[in-house]
């Protein structure tokens, strides 16, 4: 089954889905296993992504951008993840910081302008958050961020999971500051690759994503210059419109990733029901038998959920809705509701297509190890199910 049909099936077409046309997503598919067995960066679809200016889809069209709003965004990372994961999970991490600085100028807010206006020229940038041991996410952090006489500050930690390792020119990240008259406070800012100041180990030997490059990066005293310091927290739960606006745009646009990868699975799965063929039923396909019905149909009926759900949270984001102390369970529940209905869909397709998939070369197969690196983004499930019972039920009694 060509992939326009299964695009037509996971949601209406917009004006922008001509940046990636049928030709250009096969031809990243064509690369997605070649970039899997080399566990290496996807250079030439990262080149022609840049070039069609799709890591300007956020940035306002009066800085050089698409102008695109989070609701289209998601939409186009759910086809390009339909044929390349690595690929879209990766430039994700770029478009989440193009969102942040959006989502913050929407309401206001234009402490990121020079972001839009930077990444509108080109540049690229990566999400440095990240930290080893660090449950708290965006309440705490491991890194140690030093004030500087010029208003500066310095950073020394180790962040993980860094995609965009290869090419980013900008590393968005955040550290703890004890040195301060106020301290403690969480302190966000911006280093430029240029001006050094930290390493990246060659430790991203992962079972998928592997075209992420996602390796560690250690900050050895990393220069965010004063003008590039976007925030100084409390830490802890923090009201900061910047905590919701990476919050919403991290876990939408995750959520388009993973949905994506669950709606290639069920194409590939409707595939291979045609074409596989059983002596069990004299030569019929297996499409005819009750088995394989269920599975293929009880996937559909999964998958089906999500892109309404999507669609209707980003354009809330995009829109401004007010939606009080529920945005966060909204927004966990979409990332945790994505990431854990790809996995069943990417499992019932893998039954319904056989021993076949358990070859290296079988892109079923790469989705399932792909699929899998939904469980450790943030926010896990523990975290997502205890935010969503604090907005239900209020804190545990003491």
């Known amino acids: 089954m060509p992939l326009g049909v299964a695009a037509s099936r996971v949601g209406n077409v917009t004006e922008h889905d001509e940046l990636l046309s049928e030709e250009r997503l096969e031809r990243f598919r064509s690369r997605a296993a070649q970039y899997d067995a080399e566990n290496r960066f996807f250079t030439e679809d990262f080149a022609e992504l840049a070039d069609i200016g799709y890591l300007k889809a956020l940035v306002p069209v009066e800085f050089g951008g698409l102008g695109l709003s989070l609701e289209q965004t998601a939409r186009l990372q759910v086809r390009l993840a339909g044929a390349a994961p690595a690929t879209a999970l990766a430039v994700n991490m770029h478009l989440v910081w193009t969102g942040v600085a959006k989502t913050l100028r929407d309401r206001g807010d234009d402490s990121l302008e020079f972001l839009l206006r930077e990444a509108g020229a080109g540049e690229v940038f990566a999400f440095g958050l990240s930290e080893a041991g660090n449950d ?3 309440f705490g952090s491991t890194t140690r961020a030093t004030p500087q006489p010029d208003g500066s500050y310095q950073y020394a930690g180790t962040k993980i999971f860094t995609s965009l390792s290869p090419a980013w020119t900008r590393l968005g990240t955040m550290g703890f500051d004890t040195e301060s008259d106020d301290a403690p406070k969480i302190v966000y800012g911006f280093i430029d690759r240029a001006a050094g ?20 990066t250690v900050l050895t005293g990393a220069t965010a210059p004063a003008d590039r310091i976007v925030r100084r927290l409390d830490p802890g739960p923090n009201p900061d419109p910047l905590v919701f606006a990476i919050f919403a745009n991290f876990e939408l646009l995750l959520a388009a990733v ?26 019929r396909s297996y499409a005819s038998d009750p088995d394989i019905r269920w599975r293929i149909a009880d996937a559909a009926i999964d998958q089906d959920a999500l892109l309404p759900q999507l669609d209707a949270i980003t354009r809330d984001v995009d829109t401004r809705a007010d939606h009080g102390s529920q945005w966060f369970p909204k927004l966990v529940g ?10 069943r869909v990417v499992d019932q397709a893998i039954r319904v297509s056989g021993g076949s998939t358990f070859f290296a070369g079988s892109e079923l197969g790469r989705l399932y190890r792909d699929v899998l690196a939904g469980i450790f983004h943030p926010s896990d499930a523990e975290s997502a199910h205890s935010t969503v019972a604090n907005a239900w039920l209020g804190p545990v009694e003491d």
Request: charged residues 25%; without cysteine; positive net charge.
């Open 334 to 343: 979409m990332k945790i509701r994505a990431t854990e209905t790809a996995r």
């Open 258 to 283: 993973y949905t994506g990868i669950g709606a290639r699975a069920l194409e590939l799965a409707v595939a291979a029901a045609h074409r596989r063929t059983s002596l069990k039923n004299e030569g």
């Open 136 to 138: 708290l996410v965006l």
């Open 197 to 216: 100041g930290f390493e990246i180990r060659e430790d991203w030997d992962t079972i998928g994503m592997r075209a992420t490059q996602s390796s560690t």
